[in-house]
């Protein structure tokens, strides 16, 4: 078996079933995607402020492929174990007024992180453990016209799954020869929710081993993710709620909440405490019975804070 090696300029930006395959391989082979980071490299400790406050024209995210798997047809499905991540050193979140949960309940805020061994510093006594995954893992979907990278599909794509790290199994299913496999947009670590839109957004290498899954079709992307779930589950949690009719407006509120008690008990800015959810607090759905109102919880792992 082989091990193949992609690095950081073979990059597409769009989904497309015709773009030509950069590396071609056989099932059960490995194969290293040097991935860009989502902004492709507009941030960054290498940069000045004023190159980062500069506007930035967005082409779609840099995607690292596509991979052509031999014998890999329509009808079929791949299954991606994810075997090791790389970073650089460092990465990026941002909040502003436009996007996220909030739109427009927020100024604009940039964190640059160093990423150190196993964890990155949010401010003194605040740490986040590093828990790095691709937030794009995908195939070509069906057709010859261009898709944009940001919705995701039932070919995958920006799906954003913090707990597809190191050690689990994706499966996705395959829409046209090949399967044409790309991946990017790896985090260091996020939240479930991303609710700024920005996770602890970081270029990485990542190591993946690929085969083919002959004649199993699935509907969409599908797998395995080892336990526990989470490094910060050491200390228990404190959660707010959101309670609502409508299960994204109990999501708002849980979060609002959550960032109203970082203000008040921990004294983060605004901007701080959303960027803090959306690298560290998990939304869970806790009840959706209940009519007329359904249930949206923010956790907040208690762990990270030290000293």
Sequence with gaps: MGSYYLDDKTVHYQWDSRIAPRVVIDSGETVTLDCRDAADGHYGPHRSAEDMAAPRVSR?????????????????????EILAF??????WTRCSDRGGLLPGEFGTLLKLWELQDGYTEFKPGIRIPLEPFC???????AGDEPLATMPPRSAGGNMD????????????PVYV???LFSAGDCHGAQGDGEVCITGIEAPMAVTLRISLRK???????????PSPLTKTDTRG???????????LEATRQAIRHMVEHLVQER??????????????????VSEVVDAPNWIVSAYLPLSIFVG
């Design 60 to 80: 779609g995210h840099p995607l690292t492929g596509p991979v052509y798997v031999r014998g890999a047809e329509p009808g079929d499905s791949l299954a991606i």
């Design 86 to 91: 790389e970073h650089k050193g460092w990465g």
């Design 135 to 141: 937030g794009i893992m995908g195939v070509a979907p």
């Design 161 to 172: 799954i913090r707990h597809l790290v190191a050690g689990s199994t994706l499966f996705l």
């Design 177 to 179: 020869p090949g399967g």
């Design 215 to 225: 004649g199993y079709t699935i509907p969409g992307p599908q797998f395995v993710t």
């Design 237 to 247: 949690y404190f959660a707010t709620t959101g309670i609502e009719p409508d299960l």
């Design 267 to 284: 004294g983060l800015t605004r901007e701080e405490a959303y960027l803090l959810c959306s690298v560290a607090v998990d939304l869970k």
